[in-house]
C-alpha cells in the first residue's frame, strides 16, 4: 500500500508546500516530473509543473497557487495554449486535499488524452 500524502488545512497552505505534495504524489503514481530551479529566469507565464508519464505518454501541465492566488495572463496564454497539445491545471491546496489532482494524475496515466 502507498504512503498517504497528507496536507496542511487548505486555507493556509503555500505554494512551495502544494509543489512538495503533488511533486510527491505524482512520482508514487509514475510521473516523471520537472520544475525549473529557478522561475525568474524562465518565460513569464510557463506553468509550475511540466508531468510526462513514461508509459503512456500522458501529459499534464500544472500551475500551483494558494487559496488566493491569482493567475496572471502570461500564465492564462500558456495554459490555454498548452491544453490543446496536453493536459493543462490550475491546481490550489483545496484539490489536493478534496483529491481532485490524484483523480486527474490516475485518469491520464491510464491512457494518453
Do not use: C
Request: glycine share 8%; charged share 20%.
Amino acid at each position: 500500500m502507498g504512503r498517504q500524502v497528507t496536507a496542511a488545512p487548505a486555507l493556509y497552505m503555500s505554494e512551495r508546500h502544494l509543489q512538495e505534495a503533488v511533486v510527491e504524489l505524482a512520482r508514487l503514481l509514475g510521473w516523471m516530473v520537472y520544475h525549473p530551479y529557478n522561475s525568474q529566469r524562465s518565460t513569464p507565464g510557463f506553468p509550475d509543473l511540466t508531468m510526462v508519464h513514461p508509459r503512456t505518454g500522458g501529459l499534464l501541465f500544472a500551475e500551483l497557487k494558494t487559496t488566493t492566488g491569482k493567475v496572471t495572463p502570461d500564465q492564462d496564454e500558456w495554459l490555454r495554449a498548452l491544453a490543446l497539445r496536453g493536459v493543462a491545471f490550475v491546481w490550489r491546496p483545496v484539490d489536493l486535499t478534496d483529491g481532485s489532482i490524484a483523480r486527474a494524475l490516475r485518469r491520464y496515466s491510464a491512457a494518453t488524452p
